[in-house]
């Protein structure tokens, strides 16, 4: 049987809620220990606090850094109620036992988050609370510890119903919230700290964590956990939506629309309106055009089939000819920068539509990509090299013509987000032959040709999409077929890394069918 609370540290950054629940603490007849803007914020609502310093009889020293170091506040924390030990140091140095800790720390995340300078961010690293959150979760046998806000009720809930007593498995289950938080808060600190001294990956440690957003009904299947979790650096890409209306986001939804925003950030809203769609985190139709309805059906026309079910990610605000449009099709998400009221109602009636909302500056960060694999994390920088970063060199007798060019441009931009193996065609700002996640290059080039004819749907008459197109690699051609499989296609011009053994052979390939070519010395393998 757990101990009855008597006395309670409360330390908080948060203010959340804090007058309220300690009130009901202090209704209980719990005496209140606490520090600096905390006591003052309790006093303020007319509660009676004990000064920290009055318990270790000294003062707070130091602008604050040192003042709950002590051993009258750890040893009132740590020691073990049972323990005839523990029992005579507490009453040789006059040690009091504190059965509640609750503290929540210092704002490090959102100070870093909003570009402090190198000391307003120092001085945000919160010491004492750690050490007295880790203290207390260590000694959860005896003592209950609060690190959110949100866990306020329910405990004094329980005190109000046990004789201020907690049971074991709440302070098991606070405990290791109160870990998983020092653990965050540790890594949102090496994180930043890593980024500012240049190091890279090149730390020694690698440590990652966050806060969770969302607990998802289940994983990629049923039978799968999954939660959507916050890295330390500030919400952007899929963590920086606003969902409006439609059922709750699947893990499948999330993943999918990364993937959406992912190549969306390649366009500039300012000068083009682009459309991208995603099905199982491949895109199945991008697009450019003067507006977002011309850019979406032109998106659409490269994979009509693919896209039943799919992700729609726009970079300009959702209008009513648009909204009318998507209407037409199954969809499960919509993600846009901005929606008026009017466009809001129309969508409104499609009531399982998840409809986002994206900060239009919250593009995907730098960061870092990481994966689980048997035993450890992978981990890498993330692919941020743009287009607009790369020296292109033409390789062929050849020269791309200022059209295709630009389609080249525009189809690297794409493959760069297709799964490897991944081969784009593209004309006139425009996917029309995707293929992707092949185990041979040459494979994705003609699933790209087959899925581009099959939009064709009943028009077999029609010229192939393709016949015209400009045709972007991933990676470098490793032999001359899969060059050639685009150049019977009807491609016309070729934009791929280079740099295989073969480079030659397949020129000579692109010299004699007529292909201009270029090389971006980048490759964009995705896995």
Known sequence: MSHPIRRALISVSDKTGLVEFARGLADQGIEIISTGGTAKALGAGGI????????????????????????????????????????????????????L???????????????PDWDEAIENIDVGGPAMIRAAAKNHGDVTVIVDPGDYESVLAELKANDMRTDVAIRRRLAAKAF???????????????????????AGYFTTGGAVLQSLRYGENPHQEAILVATPGGRH???????????????NNI??????????????????????????????????????????????ACDPVSAFGGIIAFN?????????????????????????DEVFEQIASKKNLRLLVLDRESKPGNGLSVKSVGGGLLVQTRDTVSIHD???????????????????????????????????????????????????????SRIAVAKAADSLGD?????????????????????????????????????????????????????????????????????
Request: net charge negative.
């Open 101 to 115: 800790l609750v503290v929540n720390l210092y704002p490090f995340e959102k100070t870093v988050a909003g570009n």
């Open 237 to 251: 890409g899929i963590t920086a939506v606003r969902q409006l209306q439609g059922k709750e986001l699947s893990y």
């Open 316 to 340: 300009r605000e959702l209008d009513g000819p648009t909204a009318a449009e998507i209407a037409k099709l199954f969809t499960e998400v919509i993600v846009v920068p901005a929606v008026n």
């Open 180 to 202: 998983a938080r020092t653990a965050a808060y540790d890594s949102a600190i090496s994180q930043w700290l890593v980024s500012e001294a240049g190091l890279g990956l090149a």
């Open 48 to 99: 009676a606090v004990t000064d920290v310093s009055s318990v270790t009889g000294f003062p707070e020293i130091m602008d604050g850094r040192v003042k709950t170091l002590h051993p009258k506040i750890h040893g009132g924390l740590l020691g073990v109620l049972d323990d005839p030990g523990h029992e005579k140091a507490r009453s040789e140095h006059k040690i009091s036992p504190i059965g």
């Open 459 to 527: 028009n077999n008459s029609q010229t192939s999409p393709v016949v015209g197109s400009v045709v972007a690699s991933d990676a470098f051609f490793p032999f001359a077929d899969g060059l050639l499989a685009a150049a019977n296609a009807g491609a016309t011009a070729v934009i791929q890394p280079g740099g295989s053994m073969r480079d030659d052979e397949v020129i000579k390939a692109a010299d004699d069918a007529g292909l201009a070519m270029v090389f971006t010395g980048v490759r964009h393998f995705r896995h």
């Open 255 to 300: 993943n999918d629309t990364d993937a959406a925003l992912e190549c969306l950030a390649e366009f500039d809203a300012e000068t083009e309106a682009a459309c991208v769609i995603v099905k199982h985190a491949n895109p199945c139709g991008v697009a450019i055009g003067a507006s977002p309805i011309e850019a979406y059906r032109r998106a659409l």
């Open 390 to 444: 790369i020296e292109l060199r033409t390789v062929t007798k050849r020269e791309p013509s200022p059209s295709e060019l630009k389609d080249l441009l525009f189809a690297f931009q794409v493959a760069k987000h297709v799964k490897s193996n991944a081969i784009v065609y593209a004309k006139n700002g425009a996917t029309v032959g995707i293929g992707a996640g092949q185990m041979s290059r040459v494979d994705s």
